[in-house]
């Protein structure tokens, strides 16, 4: 079991890469099995024709470096409110601002519970509020 300083300190590290787009670098964060899973029907997954439930380290990486700048085009923006560990879980609190590709402006917040295995983010866990990002995306409701 890894401590809680130590868990805390690698999913920081790891949100501090995937702002690089290095796909070598992000890739050093996960297992190879890793999973994400998100609220099914997120307007990010939809809007981008992908997956509430990604499984591998090389989905992962493609979502980060490769899909997520397609949706969220410019002026990303993370406030964390909270990084918490026990052990090998982490729960980070943000809040993710972002103009969109449509050009609208995107703010929501997010809860991810990240869950460590050897030292690596195995599997993880996004929480929205999806209702919100289907307005920002594709307007309406």
């Excluded at 949100?15 to 997120?42: M, Q, V, Y």
């Excluded at 981008?48 to 989905?59: C, E, I, K, Q, S």
């Excluded at 866990?125 to 409701?141: K, L």
Aim: with cysteine; proline share 3%.
């Amino acid at each position: 079991m890894t401590s809680s300083e130590q868990s805390r300190e690698l999913v920081k590290r790891a949100w501090r890469s995937f702002s690089t787009r290095d796909k070598d670098l992000i890739a050093t964060f996960f297992t190879p099995d890793a999973e994400w899973l998100a609220p099914p029907g997120n307007a990010t997954a939809t809007a981008l024709g992908g997956t509430h439930h990604m499984v591998g380290r090389d989905a992962i990486v493609h979502l980060v470096t490769v899909d997520f700048p397609r949706l969220f085009a410019a002026d990303v923006e993370l406030n964390f409110r909270g990084f918490y560990a026990d052990g090998d879980v982490v729960v980070v609190e943000e809040t993710m601002r972002a103009t969109l590709a449509n050009g609208n402006a995107y703010r929501n917040d997010y809860c991810f519970v990240f869950e460590l295995r050897d030292g690596l983010i195995h599997r993880v866990r996004e929480y929205m509020d999806t209702a919100n990002g289907h307005r920002m995306v594709f307007g309406g409701m």
